[in-house]
């Protein structure tokens, strides 16, 4: 066999340190893993029951494109119909399947630092990435963004709010971005952290999907609703594109199960606005306690907050957090918000 060029210097995903294998490491103490953004509470009542009773129904194939789903997200956003919604197994594969359908040769420009997953996949599918860097206050530069695009570029990804750093624009600079780019060029709204964002001069990304023909916004069931393990996301998209994406999708890609769950957790608004209420809270309880012991962090306004400090520090208190070495931050880690008790364990540490 004769594996394509581009693949030699593209490694697979590592993720984070595990609890385990810290434990493994370190005798009988017991970790924390507030590595992968992951929420502290598991999938609403209602998710675990739709997927407890979608599992007798195991034998036969899901809903090829999730009409039942695609309903009721479509039904959140205001203007939206069903032929909006693109679903896929987790918003990475919505993210690939946008890339794939772009044509090469090609340039896909983000902000860096930022998920690393748009660097190896754009390069997998057999486009050329271009980083432009995040402004001082860590924040993604739209004027230099701008600056980059030129003939071949096929693809802008927005990372709104950007992880690794948690800083937002708001949808008012989104939008005159969007208006200035050409329409040959799409624009990829990365919103995995989308609920999260109180400022109400940053929500409604769907109303300039539908202004538009070439922007679309990726959000995911991973974060705020606790399903990263059914692997489960969505995108908002433009008729046109929407499909164009089921052109490239692989068909039955998202589980009935996930299916099921995604549907129920969505219809709990209420139940999700509290979880946010929660993670707002707690994320202002550990930014007060970073002032306090004179630690320089990034206001976040996700469910993780970037600090200046190396990831040993929280190890004394058993606590993993991703090093901000793997992230393009050395000497910073970036801490995923937990449950009370995992968050005390963080403050413990500073002291
Ligand atoms: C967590 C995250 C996602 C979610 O990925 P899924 O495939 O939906 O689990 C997407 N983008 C960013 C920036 C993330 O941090």
């Known amino acids: 066999m004769r594996p394509r060029v581009a693949l030699e210097n593209i490694h697979p995903y ?43 129904r195991g034998n036969l194939y899901p809903q090829r494109d999730a009409e039942p789903l695609r309903e009721v997200i479509s039904a959140s956003n205001p203007g939206c119909t069903p032929a909006n919604v693109v679903v896929g197994n987790g918003s990475s594969e919505v993210l690939v399947d ?33 980083r432009v860097a995040l402004d001082e206050r860590h924040v993604v530069d739209l004027d230099a963004l701008y600056e980059a695009v030129g003939p071949t570029t096929r693809a802008v990804i927005l990372c709104n709010p950007n992880n690794p750093t948690g800083t937002y624009l708001p949808l008012e600079r989104v939008r005159s971005f969007a208006e200035a780019l050409p329409e040959e060029v799409l624009l990829i709204l990365d919103e995995a952290y989308y609920e999260f ?15 538009s023909a070439n922007v679309v916004s990726t959000r995911t069931f991973s974060k705020v609703h606790g399903l990263a393990g059914l692997r489960i996301g969505y995108g908002i998209a433009p008729e046109g594109l929407a499909d164009y994406v ?12 996930a299916q099921a769950a995604a549907e129920a957790s969505m219809r709990r608004t209420e139940a999700i606005a509290e979880r946010v209420r929660y ?24 469910n993780f907050i970037l600090v200046r400090t190396g990831p040993e520090v929280f190890e004394k208190t058993g606590v993993l957090v991703r090093e901000g070495e793997a992230l393009g931050y050395p000497g910073w ?3 995923s918000l937990g449950s009370k008790a995992e968050n005390d364990r963080i403050i413990a540490a500073l002291s």
């Open 279 to 302: 993670i707002t809270e707690e994320r202002e309880r550990l930014q007060s306690a970073f002032d306090e012991a004179a630690l320089e962090y990034v206001p976040s306004h996700t």
């Open 14 to 56: 590592q993720p984070p340190r595990m609890d385990w294998e810290m434990a493994a490491d370190r005798g009988s103490k017991e970790y924390v893993k507030l590595t992968m953004n992951e929420l502290s509470f598991g999938p609403l009542p209602e998710a675990k029951a739709a997927a407890a009773e979608a599992l007798s």
């Open 246 to 257: 089921w052109r490239a999708h692989v068909p039955f890609s998202v589980s009935l199960v």
């Open 98 to 130: 946008l890339l794939q359908i772009l044509e090469r040769p090609g340039e896909v420009i983000f902000p860096w630092p930022s998920f690393p997953f748009y660097s190896s996949t754009t390069r997998v599918v057999g486009l050329d990435e271009r």
């Open 333 to 335: 880690s970036r801490i």
């Open 197 to 211: 964002v109180e400022d109400p001069a940053y929500a409604g990304s769907h109303g300039l999907v539908l202004e």
